[in-house]
């Protein structure tokens, strides 16, 4: 078994094209190391150069001690996992699309897959665009956006404590409230972010005060997972935002309801990047698949035309709050995340 380390690896395509971009990146012997982003992210051609499939264009690779960039595969010690696998390498790498596997089946597949990896303790690279698989699995998660390495950290760190808006959102089901906001402050007093037509104040003591105060008068954006907001009956006992539920959203074992509250969203452009043009569905896609792929192209087109956003709350059945009408939610304050206008946080990420 061995480690790996990944120290400034960039690939360029001879068409010009950037796939992966000054990454570099050490995992532990016997870590299980979970490559998780959007198609087109660089993950699978960073596990290319590893398995020595594809040469790197500037950087070095280096497996245990050995200097692997002019390897053969052969000569790597490592297996490129495209089925069933038997022997023992000191490094597996795994590209993780599985055609044809429903969900349970997959769920199934990836329990036996994880238990017999770290029986052997094995040192794993998996790549996944399912932030589930990566959660169920992962040691730790490396975040790949545009080829570069956006985060890294145990799927606890990544969810909680995650360095930038695009790791928020890609990460976590329902998806996190991202809010296009404005820095306030009193220095010594309060810091505060204003969303329009409401308000949530940080007070000094709070460690993100100072840093949130150095931004004043700058644009943010302000995370809120849904899980952060607590229907309240008293709308001026702490941090509350308020608005009327619009629906609700049956998930089985919790309800989630849509509240609009005047806020506007953050700009899709900075957190995700520029939209894909949606692809045409697939020739002999079901009339659902068409209709759902009709949707997605008619909500990316409107995306940056609407500025208003609705919140997404997580609401327990007893709290009473399955009708429409006006709703007040308790926030979370120390749940928040804040992010200056580029994405990133604007306060220390723990690591």
């Not at 979970?34 to 992210?41: E, F, I, K, R, T």
């Not at 794993?124 to 985060?151: K, P, Q, W």
Request: charged content about 25%.
């Amino acid at each position: 078994m061995a480690g790996i380390l990944l120290d400034a690896v960039s690939k360029v395509y001879p068409n010009g094209q950037l796939a992966v971009d000054d990454l570099s990146l050490e995992i532990a012997d016997g870590e299980f190391f979970v490559l998780l982003g959007p198609a087109d992210a660089g993950k699978s051609t960073l596990l290319r150069m590893i398995a020595g499939l594809e040469s790197p264009t500037s950087g070095k690779l280096w497996l245990g001690d050995r200097l692997i960039d002019d390897l053969d595969p052969a000569d790597r010690g490592v297996e490129l996992v495209t089925g069933p696998f038997d022997g023992e390498p000191g490094v597996l790498l795994f590209d993780a699309p599985r055609p044809g596997v429903d969900a349970a089946g997959t769920l199934r597949v990836l329990d036996r897959f994880r238990t017999l990896v770290r029986e052997r303790r094995t040192t794993t690279v998996y790549v996944t665009s399912d932030h589930v698989e990566a959660l169920t699995l992962a040691d730790r998660i490396g975040i790949m956006r545009d080829g570069r390495l956006e985060d890294a950290g145990t799927p606890t760190q990544i969810h909680d404590d995650p360095a930038t808006a695009f790791t928020a959102r890609f990460l976590g089901a329902p998806t996190i409230n991202l809010l296009a906001a404005t820095a306030r402050a009193v220095p010594g007093s309060e810091a505060m972010l204003d969303l329009g037509g409401q308000r949530l104040t940080v007070p000094w003591h709070d460690p993100r005060a100072e840093a949130i105060a150095r931004l004043d008068g700058a644009p943010i954006i302000v995370g809120i997972r849904p899980d952060a907001l607590t229907p309240t009956g008293d709308p001026h006992n702490g941090p509350v935002l308020s608005g009327h539920i619009r629906e609700h959203e049956h998930r089985g074992h919790e309800w989630l309801a849509h509240v609009e509250a005047g806020l506007r969203a953050a700009d899709p452009a900075v957190i995700m990047g520029p939209e894909p043009v949606p692809a045409s569905p697939r020739p002999g896609a079901s009339m659902t698949g068409r209709a759902l792929a009709a949707l997605c192209g008619r909500t990316a087109a409107a995306t940056g035309a609407r500025q208003r956003t609705e919140l997404l709350a997580r609401l327990n059945i007893g709290h009473g709050q399955r009708n429409e009408g006006t709703v007040h939610l308790a926030v979370d304050l120390a749940r928040i995340l804040v992010f200056d206008e580029s994405g990133r946080r604007v306060d220390p990420v723990h690591r």
